[in-house]
């Protein structure tokens, strides 16, 4: 299996600065470099691939912190987290500068998100590596304890193959380059006693003096791990804290009210908005050769014969162009490293408007250019609730203006009020097009100041960081830095250069205008001039329609989701967690029973280990357990996983209720943790609302994406799970109205096969499973068994993600030749989806990329590739982006149709005058509308959704209208 190192860079950074402490300076820079000296070892280590767990890498990427101890969502969570912390020192900042540079020019990925951790980077990257390439093993190169919570054993082929063919991850572990020993899951259940999912809590028990994160007087991690593992999880602990006796009881009552604070702390984000593309981290395209001069600089002579060694094993192939260096302004992304203008800061005519008379001239300025591009300075990262700081404005390249409204001396800056009230004629005019990147953060940022941004969809006007994604949406990173780089040959300075970092960080307004005016008005300039360089390319691509009446109206849509937000009601969430930690308790007094009355004994049901030796040793092991039979074994044993549990509670002579009390145990569990808690820290305390971002540019396929949280992860496979929905409310008086289309994939599907087997039963309004089982089974309709629709259901929900007759086999429960004759006989009956799918993959490979019904392209990596594995997940892709990238086309189109309308309607007796578009989830709408006209509403939504394509089946949107998100489902 291929393996891919993650280096937590400053961790490695740290380690090898204070294990080296020998000063050593290079002979020809006279630059410190004992850090350096060791960081370059460890990473020649790493790819030799020598000791224990042997084998050269196949990947290589480094994960970064970029935003410093301070600037980071958990320090605006808990100002003292890692407040005490020291600042680096110089010699080691110089060092770390070197090492990114030599990691950039030798091209080894580096990622990073500002606002994010470098932990948080790897957990999100974990968790989409896991998903988009299930046989990929990752080593977390780190020995930070946190990273714990990743770890991950083996998954079987059929978990694999569970819900709709789609994989499920394979091995995490967290190793020490140094000792080449790997942390795993079974080691962690050894030392602790507890799973992967137990660790954060264990790890809020114990808190961190390092960082600042509070935790129980005197409990340290065995402690932490005793309570866990004794009852279950935090919120069960701190239920039953009564139970905790003496001094240790004493404490834990009195840290309760900080430690849900503390687990949000410790725990992994895996939402960092970060891209990365596994094929450039591959092993064999690091370009070697680039650091033997490197080397000879430093004076690094011990390591000249390694690197020539490894250069005799590497593969000469060159990367098409060189790894990207993700981390947003740091280093260049795209452009060859040999290019001497790497680093260099864009430079022009950059004033600051401080008069009324040079308001006013800049005003008429903006009237008369054809296209004005523009930026916002606010004073956090949230547009919503911070203030305007300052306006930037560029209409020709290399000059621009920055007009200042908040600043440390008064006399800098201009009125506010004023400065609007100038330029609102020009932001607000519907006529003449803006450039900007990113605007919908902009858009935000003036509708706090009371401006409300017109002209974006406007022939003419440009988002460069949408289109960038248009037109390559594998790009390793749309920021303006990156792309400044790549497409300019230029970048700006970084914003920590003003604001700092660490306890030492200010909000723009304390930086003085004269170090803001370049910082800001570079951001217009480069704007304006990626634009330029872009819309070219946007229209010889054939773009330009997907452009302009899709991708950037909906950047004002998704403005607007992003400001309404939806109202959540905490005492909702707050019963329905107190409900399920009364359940949680009694399934543990259940399940204590029912091991009590069968093997005289307990055990803890958070352990795999445990609950394994429970079902699976025989009766006179030495630890007694069932002796069930039907369990599969794993390197550590026996699994515990949900496919195991499910087998062995369907199974009626099995005599024992747990596995089915486990099952309910563990989703109760992951939902009071993972949701009910998490929701109800992302209230706006100000609004009320929960006001989630709606990410345009990071899913490949075209998708949308929201996080802070993440609202389309919200349970709706179980009945407690789609519970939560019910703290998803409309305020007084008004109500929601939910629609989503009915089997959108399967009628695209239909659509571009232009199978008439499959268009047919559409258009009559079939049962579509029921239809496509008479189809394959070769009966009439109304002798359709369920069995049957079953499995035409499978295949149909499984055909695009290229469903195995394995995976359709152990979803059905029957033989893997039952399975095979019932795909077989789909795509002999229905002949024009199986050429459709050959076309996708033909098209990959002719072209490289495929593309949807609006000719939205994803470029298809590895559909040549030698790998057999590697090209059958390309294949997959080929055919899942144009169904799966067609639907978010459609979508897209039906919400910039229908807020067109509401906002038409705005002021008007109309029933959309009311109106409020929440979210978009998957090929889910939610508004939220007056009680009076919310029925006309949602038929009006109805016919829009439905209106949205002409296809060759009919479109059909189903809607609901109540007061709540459950009830509208």
């Known amino acids: 299996m291929p393996t891919l190192y993650l280096i937590d860079g400053y961790a490695q950074f740290f380690r090898a600065y204070h294990a080296i402490r020998t000063?050593?300076?290079?002979?020809?820079?006279?630059?410190?470099?004992?850090?350096?000296?060791?960081?370059?070892?460890?990473?020649?280590?790493?790819?030799?691939?020598?000791?224990?767990?042997?084998g050269k890498p196949d990947y290589v990427a480094v994960a970064l912190?970029?935003?410093?101890?301070?600037?980071?969502?958990?320090?605006?969570?808990?100002?003292?987290?890692?407040?005490?912390?020291?600042?680096?020192?110089?010699?080691l900042r110089v060092q770390v500068e070197r090492c990114l540079s030599m990691l950039e020019r030798i091209g080894v990925p580096v990622v990073g998100s500002e606002g994010f951790e470098a932990d948080d980077v790897m957990a999100t990257l974990v968790d989409r590596l896991r998903e988009s390439h299930p046989d990929l093993t990752i080593r977390l190169v780190s020995k930070d304890k946190d990273l714990k919570q990743l770890l991950r054993e083996a998954q079987?082929?059929?978990?694999?193959?569970?819900?709709?063919?789609?994989?499920?991850?394979?091995?995490?572990?967290?190793?020490?380059?140094?000792?080449?020993?790997?942390?795993?899951?079974?080691?962690?259940?050894?030392?602790?006693?507890?799973?992967?999912?137990?660790?954060?809590?264990?790890?809020?028990?114990?808190?961190?003096?390092?960082?600042?994160?509070?935790?129980?007087?005197?409990?340290?991690?065995?402690?932490?791990?005793?309570?866990?593992?004794?009852?279950g999880s935090l919120d069960a602990l701190l239920a039953r804290s009564a139970e905790v006796k003496g001094k240790r009881g004493e404490n834990l009552r009195e840290a309760a009210p900080l430690l849900p604070l503390s687990r949000q702390l410790v725990t992994l984000r895996t939402d960092a908005p970060?891209?990365?593309?596994?094929?450039?981290?591959?092993?064999?395209?690091?370009?070697?050769?680039?650091?033997?001069?490197?080397?000879?600089?430093?004076?690094?002579?011990?390591?000249?014969?390694?690197?020539?060694?490894?250069?005799?094993?590497?593969?000469?192939?060159?990367?098409?162009?060189?790894?990207?260096?993700?981390?947003?302004?740091?280093?260049?992304?795209?452009?060859?490293?040999?290019?001497?203008?790497?680093?260099?800061?864009?430079?022009?005519?950059?004033?600051?408007?401080?008069?009324?008379?040079?308001?006013?001239?800049?005003?008429?300025?903006?009237?008369?250019?054809?296209?004005?591009?523009?930026?916002?300075?606010?004073?956090?990262?949230?547009?919503?609730?911070?203030?305007?700081?300052?306006?930037?404005?560029?209409?020709?390249?290399?000059?621009?203006?920055?007009?200042?409204?908040?600043?440390?001396?008064?006399?800098?800056?201009?009125?506010?009020?004023?400065?609007?009230?100038?330029?609102?004629?020009?932001?607000?005019?519907?006529?003449?097009?803006?450039?900007?990147?990113?605007?919908?953060?902009?858009?935000?940022?003036?509708?706090?100041?009371?401006?409300?941004?017109?002209?974006?969809?406007?022939?003419?006007?440009?988002?460069?960081?949408?289109?960038?994604?248009?037109?390559?949406?594998?790009?390793?990173?749309?920021?303006?830095?990156?792309?400044?780089?790549?497409?300019?040959?230029?970048?700006?300075?970084?914003?920590?250069?003003?604001?700092?970092?660490?306890?030492?960080?200010?909000?723009?307004?304390?930086?003085?205008?004269?170090?803001?005016?370049?910082?800001?008005?570079?951001?217009?300039?480069?704007s304006f001039r990626l634009c330029a360089a872009m819309l070219p390319q946007i229209r010889a691509m054939g773009l330009v329609d997907l452009m302009v009446k899709v991708e950037l109206p909906l950047v004002g849509v998704l403005a607007e989701l992003e400001w309404n937000g939806i109202t959540v009601d905490p005492a909702e969430l707050d019963r329905q967690r107190g409900r399920l930690l009364g359940r949680i308790e009694e399934l543990r007094a259940r399940i204590d029973r029912e091991s009590r009355d069968r093997l005289a004994r307990t055990f803890d049901p958070d352990s795999p280990r445990q609950l394994a030796a429970v079902l699976f040793n025989k009766p006179d092991d030495d630890v007694p357990g069932l002796g069930l039979a039907g369990g599969r074994k794993i390197k550590t044993g026996y699994s515990t996983d949900a496919e195991v549990l499910e087998k062995l509670a369907a199974d009626p002579e099995i005599g024992t209720p747990i596995p089915a009390l486990i099952i309910e145990y563990r989703q109760l569990t992951k939902l009071v943790s993972t949701y009910l808690v998490a929701l109800k820290e992302a209230i706006n305390p100000r609004t009320g609302r929960v006001h989630a971002r709606f990410n345009q540019t990071v899913a490949a396929t075209g998708r949308l994406s929201s996080s802070d949280p993440n609202l389309q992860n919200i349970p709706i496979r179980t009945d407690v799970g789609r519970e939560i929905r019910k703290a998803f409310v409309a305020p007084p008086g008004r109500v929601l109205v939910s629609a989503d289309y009915s089997q959108i994939e399967l009628r695209l599907l239909a659509h571009l096969s232009?199978?008439?087997a499959l268009v047919e039963a559409f258009h009559r309004g079939d049962d579509i499973h029921a239809a496509v089982a008479a189809q394959i089974h070769g009966v009439p309709l109304d002798k359709v068994t369920k069995e049957q629709r079953s499995g035409a259901k499978m295949v149909n929900f499984g055909i695009v993600y290229g469903v195995t007759p394995f995976g359709l086999a152990r979803r059905l429960g029957v033989g893997n030749d039952k399975a095979a004759e019932i795909i077989d006989g789909y795509k002999k009956?229905?002949?024009?989806?199986?050429?459709?799918?050959?076309?996708?993959?033909?098209?990959?490979?002719?072209?490289?990329?495929?593309?949807?019904?609006?000719?939205?392209?994803?470029?298809?990596?590895?559909?040549?590739?030698?790998?057999?594995?590697?090209?059958?997940?390309?294949?997959?892709?080929?055919?899942?982006?144009?169904?799966?990238?067609?639907?978010?086309?459609?979508?897209?189109?039906?919400?910039?149709?229908?807020?067109?309308?509401?906002?038409?309607?705005?002021?008007?007796?109309?029933?959309?005058?009311?109106?409020?578009?929440?979210?978009?989830?998957?090929?889910?709408?939610?508004?939220?509308?007056?009680e009076s006209s919310a029925e006309r509403v949602r038929d009006v939504v109805v016919e829009r959704m439905e209106a949205a394509m002409t296809l060759s089946v009919p479109l059909k949107a189903d809607a609901h209208v109540a007061r709540d998100w459950y009830e509208g489902k």
């Not at 050593?24 to 004992?34: A, F, G, Q």
């Not at 306006?391 to 020709?396: A, D, H, I, P, Y």
């Open 829 to 930: 009956r229905f002949a024009g989806i199986t050429t459709f799918l050959e076309e996708c993959i033909a098209q990959a490979r002719r072209f490289g990329y495929v593309e949807t019904m609006l000719k939205r392209r994803r470029p298809i990596t590895d559909i040549d590739s030698n790998n057999p594995s590697r090209r059958a997940l390309a294949e997959r892709v080929a055919i899942n982006s144009v169904v799966q990238g067609s639907a978010a086309d459609l979508i897209k189109i039906a919400m910039v149709d229908i807020q067109g309308r509401i906002d038409a309607a705005r002021g008007q007796s109309d029933p959309l005058a009311d109106v409020l578009m929440l979210l978009q989830i998957h090929d889910e709408l939610v508004f939220e509308a007056p």
């Open 754 to 756: 232009r199978d008439p």
């Open 156 to 231: 079987s082929e059929t978990a694999r193959e569970r819900e709709g063919g789609k994989p499920e991850g394979g091995v995490v572990e967290v190793f020490d380059v140094h000792t080449d020993s790997a942390y795993t899951a079974r080691t962690l259940r050894e030392e602790t006693g507890l799973s992967p999912g137990q660790v954060v809590d264990m790890l809020a028990l114990s808190g961190d003096t390092v960082d600042n994160v509070p935790g129980v007087e005197g409990v340290g991690e065995k402690t932490a791990a005793q309570l866990v593992r004794e009852f």
């Open 274 to 526: 970060v891209e990365f593309d596994l094929e450039r981290a591959r092993a064999d395209r690091i370009h070697l050769e680039r650091l033997t001069p490197i080397l000879k600089e430093l004076g690094f002579n011990r390591y000249q014969e390694e690197v020539k060694q490894l250069m005799g094993g590497a593969s000469p192939e060159p990367a098409p162009r060189p790894a990207p260096v993700m981390i947003g302004g740091l280093f260049d992304a795209f452009a060859p490293p040999a290019q001497d203008h790497a680093g260099r800061v864009v430079e022009g005519d950059y004033r600051c408007v401080r008069t009324r008379a040079e308001l006013d001239a800049l005003a008429a300025a903006l009237a008369a250019a054809p296209a004005v591009a523009f930026d916002t300075e606010t004073t956090g990262l949230s547009p919503i609730d911070a203030k305007l700081c300052g306006l930037s404005f560029c209409v020709e390249a290399g000059r621009a203006w920055y007009v200042p409204v908040r600043s440390p001396e008064p006399s800098s800056h201009l009125d506010e009020a004023m400065v609007l009230a100038a330029l609102r004629p020009i932001l607000e005019d519907p006529g003449k097009p803006k450039h900007g990147h990113n605007l919908k953060f902009d858009m935000l940022a003036l509708r706090s100041a009371g401006v409300r941004l017109a002209g974006l969809p406007t022939p003419g006007s440009c988002d460069s960081m949408v289109a960038s994604y248009l037109i390559d949406s594998s790009r390793s990173s749309h920021s303006l830095d990156a792309l400044s780089m790549a497409l300019l040959g230029v970048g700006k300075r970084s914003i920590t250069e003003l604001i700092g970092s660490g306890r030492e960080q200010v909000t723009f307004e304390r930086v003085p205008v004269e170090r803001a005016t370049p910082y800001a008005a570079a951001d217009a300039d480069l």
């Open 23 to 54: 000063p050593m300076t290079s002979p020809v820079t006279k630059e410190p470099t004992n850090m350096t000296f060791g960081f370059v070892g460890m990473l020649l280590k790493l790819l030799r691939g020598q000791g224990n767990l042997g």
């Open 65 to 91: 912190d970029v935003s410093g101890d301070r600037g980071t969502f958990r320090s605006q969570l808990y100002p003292e987290y890692k407040a005490t912390r020291p600042e680096p020192p110089d010699d």
